[in-house]
């Protein structure tokens, strides 16, 4: 298990003085064999970015367990509860599918949100511009009160409520390209205008998990207008994610005036990912994440924090990350060994005006 003052060999002899933060916490005894989302994502990712010499770049912070009460912020007490007791009998199922916990999980999820909160740490005092969560399990399906989709604790909703509680952010915008919906994450601000969530995912409902996420689905109450769903069709690809982004995403965060980004980062809505088939390559990736890196330097002073969520085409993921802290860097550079989509990409020509039209955009 990662502890608070274990550091990564690799990392040894960083640049102290870098703007970029890095929190790694691979949850190695979360593991369950044969499952898609296990230890194995980030087994080699570490050399591999020391390979392409960025980590010498980045500013190592050890995660570090998170408190009851961060989780209470977003979760009730029901779930963590479950959650240890699942843990604390041997581990097991903690739903009707296929999420799951070990002996470690109740732990290693704390890790996963608390490192989170670090780098939030870091980002609003000022001693990192921008930063990326290596972290697992991922988050962004955890509901208030529900467990589902490899998800235990939702580890950007806990980084939005902190920012929130410790710092006095009033405005957090978290976008979600994750190919699956966030749905834990829409859930718990569902009827908040303090935080504006967007999510692009493939949209089939009972076909596709988890079958949430239709464009009429923006918010209530004072939270109504503060959710924007991007429903998107399979194989829309590199150019339609790229208009999306241009054309709907970029003018509703301007009129938000976020003082914070958070990204649930998911890299499966590439091509060649086993679980879905979204049709974005690691090309388009990387000009999804500049433009997220534009957008926090244009309107939040750069502070941006990437969450990792899925990704299961370890060779997708890796680059992705690679390109993402590129961005981060402010490289001027991206790299695309896999290539583009075979297929012809699908329009969102109407799908855009719709939701253009429904947002006031």
């Not at 604390?88 to 296929?98: A, I, Y």
């Not at 998800?151 to 909703?157: D, G, I, K, S």
């Not at 709907?248 to 590439?270: C, T, Y």
């Not at 002073?301 to 969520?309: A, K, N, T």
Request: with cysteine.
């Amino acid at each position: 298990m990662w502890l608070e003052n274990h550091t990564p060999v690799l990392f040894q002899g960083y640049n102290r003085g870098m703007s970029t933060v890095i929190v790694f916490s691979p949850a190695i005894e979360h593991t369950k064999r044969d499952h898609p989302e296990g230890s194995h994502r980030l087994a080699d990712l570490l050399p591999f970015l020391d390979m392409q010499k960025v980590l010498a770049d980045l500013r190592p912070l050890p995660p570090r367990l998170a408190s009851l009460t961060d989780l209470r912020r977003v979760h009730t007490e029901g779930l963590i509860e479950h959650v240890r007791r699942v843990a604390e009998r041997g581990g097991g199922l903690l739903d009707h599918g296929d999420t799951y916990a070990t002996t470690a999980s109740f732990d290693l999820a704390r890790l996963a949100v608390g490192g989170c909160l670090t780098a939030v740490d870091a980002i609003m005092r000022g001693q990192a511009t921008n930063g990326f969560a290596l972290v697992r399990p991922p988050g962004h399906h955890a509901e208030s009160s529900t467990i589902s989709g490899f998800c235990l604790f939702n580890n950007v909703a806990a980084a939005a409520r902190y920012a929130q509680a410790e710092y006095g952010v009033e405005r957090v915008l978290i976008v979600d390209f994750d190919v699956h919906h966030g749905n834990g994450t829409q859930d718990i601000f569902f009827q908040d205008e303090s935080v504006l969530f967007v999510s692009t995912h493939l949209f089939m409902p009972r076909m596709f998990y988890p079958g949430t996420g239709g464009v009429n689905e923006i918010g209530i109450g004072s939270g109504r207008g503060f959710t924007l769903n991007v429903p998107l069709l399979p194989y829309v690809g590199d150019e339609g994610y790229g208009r999306l982004f241009r054309d709907v995403v970029w003018p509703k965060a301007k009129a938000f005036d976020p003082q914070l980004i958070l990204v649930s980062a998911g890299f499966d809505a590439h091509w060649q990912d086993p679980l879905a088939m979204a049709g974005l390559s690691l090309r388009g990736y990387a000009q999804l994440v500049r433009t997220l890196v534009e957008m926090a330097n244009g309107l939040c002073h750069g502070r941006i924090l990437f969450v990792l969520e899925g990704g299961y085409q370890v060779d997708a993921l890796s680059y992705g990350i690679l390109n993402t802290i590129y961005a981060l860097l402010g490289r001027d550079m991206w790299q695309d060994p896999l290539g583009p989509m075979p297929q012809p990409e699908t329009d969102v020509t109407d799908l855009l005006v719709s939701l253009r039209e429904r947002h006031f955009i």
